[in-house]
C-alpha cells in the first residue's frame, strides 16, 4: 500500500526509498496540484502522473534517465539537418499552447495523460517562473513542435515534447542543451529515443544527490 496525502495539509511526501519496486517509483496518492505541492515535489525528485479520472499519483523511478548537456549527442543525418537551418526556436512564447499540443493522443494510444487540470497546474508554474516552453517555428510562421518543463536552479524537468515536422522537438532540446542554463536534464523514465542522444541512468541517491548540490534552497520556497 502508498499512503494517502491529505490535501487539506501542506505537502508532507514520504520518504523517497519507500517509494515501490513495481509499479517502479510509485510513491504516494493524492495531494494537489498546487504550484507549492508540485515546486516541493520536483525539489525532492517526485513527480505527478496519473490518467484522467483517477486520483493524483506521485513517482520517484529508480533508475533515473537523465541527460547531462555534455553527453549530448546529434547524428550526422540530424547535423546535415541543422545546416539547411529551417526553423526559429523561441522560449516562454507559447506555453499552453505547447502543453494543449503535447496532450494531444499519439498514434496507437487512446488518450494523454496531460489533463485539463495538468495544464492549468503547470500554467500555473509558468506563470510563477517555475517552468518553461520551447517552441519550434517553420518558415510560414507555424508552430511545429515544443516541449516544456520545470526549471528549479539549474535542472530542467523535462515533462513532454511533440513535433509535427522532421526533427522539431529535436530543434527544441537542442536549444534547451545549448542554453547554458542547466546542468542536467531529467528524463524522468528511459526511452531509446533520449537515450540515442545521451541520456542514461543513474540510481535515485545519485540523482538526489545532484538535486541539493544544484538546487539553492530559495528555489524550493513558494
Known sequence: MIPWLDPRLPPDFPPTEQALAEPNGLLAAGGQLSCGWLVEAYCRGIFPWFNPNEPILWWTPAPRTVLFPVDFRINRSFRKFLQKNPYEITIDQRFSEVMHACAEPRKGQPGSWISLP?????????????????????ADGVMVGGLYGVSLGRVFFG??????????????????????????????????HMVRMGAREISRHQFEQLLQELIPPLSCSV
Open 118 to 138: 495538468m495544464i492549468k497546474a503547470y500554467s500555473e508554474l509558468f506563470e510563477r517562473g517555475f517552468a518553461h516552453s520551447y517552441e519550434c517555428w517553420n
Open 159 to 192: 515533462e513532454s515534447m511533440f513535433s509535427l515536422e522532421s526533427n522539431a522537438s529535436k530543434c527544441c532540446l537542442l536549444e534547451l542543451v545549448e542554453s547554458g542554463r542547466y546542468s542536467i536534464i531529467d528524463c524522468q523514465m528511459r526511452t531509446e
